[in-house]
């Protein structure tokens, strides 16, 4: 029996290459929507771009990108070389017409262009040259770089076919990404993540008139939006979404890239360990702490700029960044910060119950001898710490005067929730500045033992303390590590 091949027709293809093709473009202007964005003017169909117009991204930093959109119907034609090759009816095959228009575009650039070949097809695992592309930049220069046989062939195979020599081949392919196996329905859900992430409508119908805006700038005469007129279009739209929180992630003890994220640090580099069990401290102390702390302040300035003062951390971290992430963000600079928690999300708006059960108990210390002393100041509520941190004081912080803090019973259940979190957040706050302005201490050295929702809402309420350094459990009994130091 024959079996038929059912194949769309050509003007079915072109609707479909220009969904794809704005499906790109609307993701990128929601991506421009980020606290954390690099983008600082995006074009479609630009002036001048030959064959790698279909969008156009100028960042803050690094090379200009010329994007060409390439989609499949379907999957009986997959990602080859031969097909990078293929002459159609005679014309420049699609690899050639790519390298014309970088050649054509580097002389107007300080840093070489980067040609991005977006398509949905997906490589040919057999393919010898693409099945190796580099998965971490999507390129394949480094298949092709220091080469022996059969890529030697395939690096002069690619040479010839361009008319150039190796060397430029190389120089090239330094500049030419390929984004590939992404389907139409895949590029909605990125489209629906980098909405999240924007503060922009995610319903279909949002994505159906975002897309549309993008097919009537097409249409237009050829312009350029920075993030602010794009901004302003969506706003035009009506696609602010008025019930969204934003989200700002943190990734420390493992990746957790989030798509839908409003702003992004990612630390996960700074830490010792492989397994996020392990990972309890800075690789380098010395480099990380001045990362960190600048990564906050261009947070704290960027998201401001975006008009994100209400949002939700997510991690996951270790207490010390809760803490810092709270005071970088504080009540006092006007943002209010956010958490999941076994119970729900905790919030810094959250108002104070009547359960003030916090005691904190001195050290049996002359007053003269306490007085300009620093401070340690151990938090108990998630388990009893102070005899680990007096245990550690003793050798590392020998004169710090240690005022111990704890709820009745500490444990998992001694939290009874977000209002009595908030009552003993301030009930320890209020205290500590009241023993303050009779003891003086320079600086306090902070021990934590709570839940991380508690210890960014502390971190959030820190105000009018002495510089703090907030410390690293190590998993031992009396092992402690300086971590990151929270200035006022």
Known sequence: ???ATISRAASGARILGDDVQHLIAW?????????????????????SAGNVDDLILHRSAGAVEYWQVKASVDATSPLTEAWLF????GKKSLLQRLHASWQKLRPGHDLPPKIVLATTKAIDPSDPVLRARATTDARIVETLRDATSPMAQAGKRWAEHLAIDEEDLLEFLDSFEIRHSASEAEWREKVQDAAAGARVRTDSDAATIGIQQ?????KAPRQAFSPAELKEAITRLGLVATDHRPLFVVQAMEPNPRPDAAYSVDWTDLFKGGDPRERRRFRNPEDARPRVAADLAVARQRLRGAGIHDFE???PMRLPLWFAVGANFSSTAGFAVNAQARDGLWTSKAAPGPQQDLVIRLPETPSADSVGAPWAVSVSFATDIAEDV???????????????SRLPEPGRAALGGLP??????????EEL????????????????AMPGACALLLGNAWDRMPPTWTYWDLGAPGCYERAVRVGN
Do not use: K, N
Request: hydrophobic share 45%; charged share 25%; aromatic share 8%.
């Open 86 to 89: 293929e002459h159609p009816e």
């Open 390 to 404: 007096d245990e550690f004081l003793a050798h590392a912080v020998p004169d710090a005067y240690h005022l111990q």
């Open 1 to 3: 029996m024959t079996r």
């Open 420 to 429: 009595h979190a908030q009552a003993v957040i301030f009930q320890l706050r």
């Open 433 to 448: 500045r009241a023993l303050r302005r009779s003891l003086r201490p320079p600086e306090i050295h902070l021990f934590l």
């Open 27 to 47: 993701y990128h202007v929601l991506r421009t929507q980020r606290a954390d964005t690099t983008i600082t003017e995006l074009a479609v169909e630009a002036d």
């Open 214 to 218: 993008v097919r009537d700038w097409v």
């Open 313 to 315: 951390v997510v991690g």
